[in-house]
């Protein structure tokens, strides 16, 4: 890590988990600059929960991907806990993201040939942890989640809402400050969508986890402690 990072953090104001300046991302294409997001500016609170709404094609996505390390910003600058990611190397980002950030995704994303419980380990194991550490850590992440009846099973036997279940507990594994959800009700019935909210609430008011989601459920958003929106790639402030 260079030697501005310190200075630069203690720029940052502390009880941010997340500071967002001045972002843009556009892509240039043979017919001309495609602009995905705008001069976004956002701050989020430790253990704060905020809900993005936009439709398809408003940048939500895109800017999850930026908040996660999964691209970076054409301009702008952000600070996650303090730290301004444009000045860490891939490897020093991979790091951080694999400790201080958990990803929940519209598809689960699990391994069908694993068990549940070898499902959850992985990001200890990438974390180079010994794996009985990574097992005692994954069956309690089930068991946070309410999965823990259901470790030994393969993940092609359990259903849409036991499968997002074991993704949240794969992404709480390392005590990450925040969670990023992309839609993560959004391939599930009414009544399990409900209940993975309710487990994601839980996590935020049990450990003061950090959630940052995206969605175009309006009824989703309204349980997020602040609502902010995307449209055509600029957020508007406005608690909607």
Known sequence: MTDNNSSVALSCQSGYVYQVNGVSKYFDAPAGRVQ???????????????????????????????????????????????????????????????????????????????????NVEMPGIIAGLPRSQCRDMAAEALKTVGLEHRTAHRVTTLSGGERQRAA????????????????PTGNLDEKTGASITETLLKLNLDIGMSIIMVTHNLELARLMQTRRELRSGVLYAQNI
Not at 105 to 116: I, V
Not at 168 to 183: F, H, K, Q, T, W
């Open 36 to 118: 995905v997001l705008t001069d976004v500016n956002l701050n989020v609170k430790q253990g704060e929960t905020l809900a993005i709404l936009g439709s398809s094609g408003s940048g939500k996505t895109t800017l999850l991907h930026l908040l996660g390390m999964l691209d970076s910003p054409s301009q702008g600058k952000i600070f996650l806990n303090g730290q301004n990611l444009a000045l860490l190397s891939p490897a020093e980002k991979a790091s951080l993201r694999n400790r201080t950030i958990g990803f929940v995704f519209q598809f689960h994303h699990l391994l069908p040939e694993f068990s549940t419980l070898e």
């Open 168 to 183: 949240i507990a794969r992404a709480i594994l390392l005590g990450p400050s925040v969670l990023l959800a992309d839609e």
